[in-house]
Nanobody, 130 residues
């Protein structure tokens, strides 16, 4: 599985951006809908932090970190093998490199943890100016 994250850029506080995570799946018998996809972000000198997840496939709902709840929305288009992160009301503290990650076998307790994912995109930089 290869993940390509895109959509980052420079935006003023209060603005919006939409990130995309496009998956290329070459594992026989696997389709995109089998994968949980999660966004993390990282700033220099800090650990990578959970942002939002689609949840596990088949019945589990999306979830968000408290810092973005109500401002960000995660969605997926299985026909396009793509997950989106719509980011509204952006704040300077949202500035970070955003990474998408995927797993077909993440357990519920690891949904918001890096250790739950074995496939990672390359990251896309989001800069929010004040």
């Amino acid at each position: 599985v290869q993940l390509q994250a895109s959509g980052g850029g420079l935006v003023q506080a209060g603005g919006s951006l939409r990130l995309s995570c496009k998956a290329s799946i070459r594992t026989s018998g696997r389709t995109f809908r089998n994968y949980a996809v999660t966004w993390f972000r990282q700033t220099p000198g800090k650990a990578r932090e959970f942002v939002a997840t689609t949840g596990r496939p088949y019945g589990h709902t999306s979830d968000y970190s408290d810092s973005v709840k109500g401002r960000f929305a995660i969605s997926r288009d299985n026909a396009k093998d793509t997950v989106y992160l719509q980011m509204d009301s952006l704040k300077p503290e949202d500035t970070a490199v955003y990474y998408c990650a995927a797993s077909s076998s993440v357990i519920l307790s690891n949904l918001s943890s890096e250790r739950g994912y074995n496939y990672w995109g390359q990251g896309t930089l989001v800069t929010v100016s004040s």
